[in-house]
């Protein structure tokens, strides 16, 4: 699982951090990145992960309800990386095979695009299944430990892409997507071999219901309790905040080129440079997950959540008025990281605390709704912003408003989960719906 996780980590930073980059380089607009790299995944991400949740907490098979899902998408998925790895040589013979009149650049767009969509529909699959493997596979009494572990190890995956591949991005971007899409094939297909689902019981009988009737009970389900909503809102404001962070913020620190003139004066680090204080950023998570991990099982992770978000509302407010160059952005950047690590290392153990486990992936998949709703918006508004006052620096602001209102989120949390029981005789509302 740990494996798995960390090769999944580098394939991960490839549509965040390198897709943002190539499209500035065909001259794409901060609006148009932010669709294409935030926006849209969670527009697909919407419409398909109420029925993956379902779907998967409904089949079973000889290789049991998680991992037949991931065996099926990780093929799509390595062929949309090698898609996006080659985008530049593919539009160059685009425009020679298809002369439309449309530059070599909007080739280029147009075919990043449609392979972010096959990339997005099959690692959404990924995505959601893995979550809800480690849930069924790992007893719930050590699970704070595990996803402080499941942290580090995707950290650590996060620090080797930035400090030994990012830098490369310019000449040899081609070749980071196929070592990323060959090494997180081989993982994952080890994953699917060597972890063993338990035994589930049988589905509950649905077949005399209609589709709208299954519709109707989904809502009904996981959204019949003002805690499911909080639940959800918390996901909504912290992805709007951490999906622009991701996207924008390699434009403030290095030379954003392209059609970003009259912009405010950025960092102007190399891809190299920026690369390197990335994966320090990556690897001081590690310790901290190391350590929110036991803390999470002992404190309840709704408490370590609330210290984590508002440490990285104040660090994100301290960015913005605090780095001034190199050194400065070293410094918060890595502070910020640590804060974020604090919340992150706690987050993936709030859900099975809250949610009820016999349908843990419908309810899973209803709380994605909520934060993927918050990315739809917030890299498209968060552009806009950029644009219209023309300073990256702004994406500090924006990141800071999200984060404070996920902290206030986290706080009516914890006020209902107490109301309702707390650590002593909390039972998640309509488990048995």
């Known amino acids: 699982m740990l494996l798995g996780d960390f090769c999944l980590q580098i394939m991960e930073q490839l549509p965040t951090s390198l897709v943002p980059l190539q499209l500035r380089w065909a001259e794409a607009s901060a609006a148009l990145i932010g669709f294409l790299t935030g926006s849209l995944p969670a527009m697909l991400g919407i419409l398909l992960n109420p029925f993956i949740g379902v ?36 539009a160059t013979l685009l425009s020679g095979l ?7 650049n909007s080739l280029k767009i147009g075919w990043m695009g449609a392979c972010m969509v096959v990339f997005v529909v099959a690692n959404t699959y990924i995505m959601q299944v893995y979550q809800f493997l480690f849930v069924d596979v790992i007893p719930a009494k050590v699970m704070g430990k595990f996803v402080g572990c499941y942290r580090a190890v995707g950290a650590l ?57 299954v519709f109707k009970s989904y809502f009904r389900d996981c959204f019949g309790h003002k805690i499911y909503w909080t639940t959800y809102s918390l996901s909504l404001f912290f ?9 924008f913020l390699v434009f403030f620190g290095t030379q954003p080129g392209g059609s970003a003139t009259g912009y405010a ?3 102007g680090l190399s891809l190299t440079e920026f690369g390197h204080i990335k994966g320090w950023c990556s690897l001081v998570g590690v310790p901290v997950f190391f350590l929110v991990g036991p803390l999470v099982d002992r404190y309840h992770p709704l408490r370590i959540a609330m210290t984590g978000l508002f440490l990285s509302a104040v660090t994100f407010l301290a960015c913005f008025f605090m780095v001034q160059d190199v050194a400065s952005l070293n410094f918060w950047l890595i502070v ?4 974020q690590a604090v919340y992150m290392g706690s987050y993936l153990a709030i859900l099975p605390r809250l949610l009820p486990r016999a349908k843990y992936g419908q309810f899973f998949t209803a709380n994605q709704i909520f934060g993927f709703s918050g990315v739809v918006l917030a890299p498209v508004l968060c552009g806009w912003l950029i644009e219209t006052f023309r300073d990256y620096r702004l994406v500090f602001v924006w990141c800071a408003a999200c984060a404070g209102m996920s902290l206030v989120m986290c706080v009516l949390l914890y006020r209902q989960w107490r109301a309702l029981g707390g650590e002593a005789a909390y039972t998640p509302p309509n488990q048995n719906a």
């Open 239 to 247: 992805w709007s905040a951490l999906v622009p962070f991701g996207t």
């Open 265 to 267: 004066p950025t960092i």
């Open 98 to 104: 298809f002369p439309t009149g449309a530059g070599v």
């Open 336 to 339: 910020n990281a640590a804060s």
């Open 55 to 90: 779907q998967s907490d409904r089949h079973r098979g000889p290789l049991g309800r998680r991992r037949p899902f991931l065996l099926w998408s990780t093929p799509l998925v390595v062929v949309a990386l090698l898609g996006l790895g080659f985008a530049d040589p593919i």
């Open 157 to 213: 995956g996060a620090f080797v892409f930035h400090r030994y591949l990012f830098g490369y991005a310019k000449s040899d971007i081609a070749a980071i997507y196929t070592l990323a899409a060959l090494l997180y094939a081989v993982s994952f297909l080890l994953l699917v071999w060597k972890v063993k689902e338990g035994e589930y019981p049988p589905p509950p009988d649905r077949s005399t219901e209609g589709k709208l009737a």
